[in-house]
Every structure is written in structure tokens, then in C-alpha cells.
T-cell receptor, first 115, second 113 residues
């Protein structure tokens, strides 16, 4: 079956702009989690959505937001982009809310560059 | 805040060698996970550990959940070229509404020149 897909794969934006990233989970998976990966901070949890509701949130400013649609597809939005937002944004899907049990599957990520 | 200290940061391997890496924390966790990430791809789960003292294998990979619940290690035996990549440890406390993953900074495995 198809894996987690993320679009676009690469994106270049300017400081102050906003950006929307998309994630389509594996068919049947209802939980989508978002992560930010940078060389300095490593992988950091952003938020998790399950059944269109935000279930968990990491320590990121309110400029980072997300939503999930009824078909489980999820979008992540970053407003007023800063240079430090340049990162690989990964999404992961799982059947149920990820509690550590079971597996979540990661997509290939969206590489965002802010200039 | 909580953080995981993963070491070594990088290492070079020669085919056939055994490899060890570990993760430590000052916090207690009830789940430890090990991932591998290849260039241009997302992390892939290698081994999951849910019980203190647990030793789990996946082919040539073996991982252990430390008895204090503050550490974990991963061993790769008889390494092969496709083992090259970045290995991440991750830990979490599941349950409630606050469970989320914390990741180590990664161990980069490269082939000895």
C-alpha cells in the first residue's frame, strides 16, 4: 500500500511569508503527527491530530498551526516565517493516536528554506 | 526540559565490525525507540522497547531498555555497507494527553575510507 506522502518536497520562501505543507497518511490511518528536523535541534515534535482534533502539542510558538480533514489528510501552516524555520518538516501517520505502542510511519519530509 | 544525550555523534565502520551506540537521560521514560534515517527519507522504526531491562533483537540489531529507565543502547553486529545512515533514539511516556516523542541528536554511521 502507498506510504505517507508529503507535498511539496521542497519549498523556498521569504521571511515574513506564510507556508502550508500537506501530508496524506497511509490509507486507514487516522492519526497524523508533525515534526521539525534541523541540524541544531534535531527532531522535535510539533503536534498530533486524530479524527480532526489536535491531540498533543509540542513547544512551538503559535505561528505553527495545523489541521486535519475528514479524510485524515493534514496540513501544517507556518505564518510570518523566520530564518530559523528553515528545516525538514516530517509527518508521520499511525492507525490510532501514537502512544509509543504500535508503529508510526514517516513520510519523506518537506524541505523548507526561508531566505 | 527533557532531553536525550546520544553518543557517539558519528562513527566510521568497516564491514564486518560490531557497532554500539547509546542514549541517556536524566528523566525516566517508559518507552524507548530506535530509528534509522537514510538521506532524503523519513526515519524508519528499527526496534521498540517497553519494559525496563528488556532486550530485543531485529536481525543483526539488538537494543536494550536500561534498568533505570533512563537509558538505552543499540548494537549492530557484523555491519554491512547498507547500515550507513543516521540512527536516532527516541523516548516517551505514553498515556494521558502529554505523550510525545523526544529524540536524540543522532549517531551518523559512515564507511571507513
Amino acid at each position: 500500500k502507498a506510504g505517507v506522502t508529503q507535498t511539496p518536497r521542497y519549498l523556498i520562501k521569504t521571511r515574513g511569508q506564510q507556508v502550508t505543507l500537506s501530508c496524506s497518511p497511509i490509507s486507514g490511518h487516522r492519526s497524523v503527527s508533525w515534526y521539525q528536523q534541523t541540524p541544531g535541534q534535531g527532531l522535535q515534535f510539533l503536534f498530533e491530530y486524530f479524527s480532526e482534533t489536535q491531540r498533543n502539542k509540542g513547544n512551538f510558538p503559535g505561528r505553527f498551526s495545523g489541521r486535519q480533514f475528514s479524510n485524515s489528510r493534514s496540513e501544517m501552516n507556518v505564518s510570518t516565517l523566520e530564518l530559523g524555520d528553515s528545516a525538514l518538516y516530517l509527518c508521520a501517520s499511525s492507525l490510532a493516536p501514537f502512544t509509543g505502542m504500535g508503529e508510526q510511519y514517516f513520510g519523506p519530509g518537506t524541505r523548507l528554506t526561508v531566505t | 526540559g527533557q532531553q536525550l544525550n546520544q553518543s557517539p555523534q558519528s562513527m566510521f565502520i568497516q564491514e564486518g565490525e560490531d557497532v554500539s551506540m547509546n542514549c541517556t537521560s536524566s528523566s525516566i521514560f517508559n518507552t524507548w525507540l530506535w530509528y534509522k534515517q537514510d538521506p532524503g527519507e523519513g526515519p524508519v522504526l528499527l526496534i521498540a522497547l517497553y519494559k525496563a531491562g528488556e532486550l530485543t533483537s531485529n536481525g543483526r540489531l539488538t537494543a536494550q531498555f536500561g534498568i533505570t529507565r533512563k537509558d538505552s543502547f543499540l548494537n549492530i553486529s557484523a555491519s554491512i555497507p547498507s547500515d550507513v545512515g543516521i540512527y536516532f533514539c527516541a523516548a516517551m511516556n505514553y498515556g494521558g494527553s502529554q505523550g510525545n516523542l523526544i529524540f536524540g541528536k543522532g549517531t551518523k554511521l559512515s564507511v571507513k575510507p
